[in-house]
């Protein structure tokens, strides 16, 4: 079992900076693939950032130069790195894994932290 925990939100003002962290536990063999996603009150979950095992990234256009996605894989952990904070920002933000387990492929989801942007 893989267990993911999400620290880092909070409510901040317009042009702030946040910092969210997912650290992923249990049973794991490898992790590929790394990546954040939201969602926003009566909305669908989007896509964020992703970064790959070998340190590629790809980043939604709405976040492009303001958001950055990065890895530490001696701890397991995914951060995102939130400048140019935008009340449209608002949303609670996701992590999700892709990892090899003794049980095979796992893609859980983290929790869920609460980010708030006040304009």
């Known amino acids: 079992q893989v267990h993911l925990m999400e620290s880092g939100g909070g409510l901040v003002q317009a042009g702030g900076s946040l910092r969210l962290s997912c650290e992923a536990s249990?049973?794991?063999?490898?992790?590929?693939?790394m990546a954040w996603y939201r969602q926003a009150p009566g909305k669908q979950r989007d896509f964020i950032a992703v970064i790959t095992s070998s340190g590629s990234t790809n980043y939604a256009d709405s976040v492009k130069g303001r958001f950055t996605i990065s890895r530490d894989n001696a701890k397991n952990t995914v951060y995102l790195q939130m400048n140019s904070l935008k009340p449209e920002d608002t949303a609670v933000y996701y992590c999700?894994?892709?990892?090899?387990?003794?049980?095979?492929?796992?893609?859980?989801w983290g929790q869920g932290t609460q980010v708030t942007v006040s304009s």
């Open positions: 999700n894994v892709d990892t090899l387990t003794p049980a095979g492929r796992i893609t859980p």
């Open positions: 249990g049973s794991i063999f490898s992790i590929k693939g």
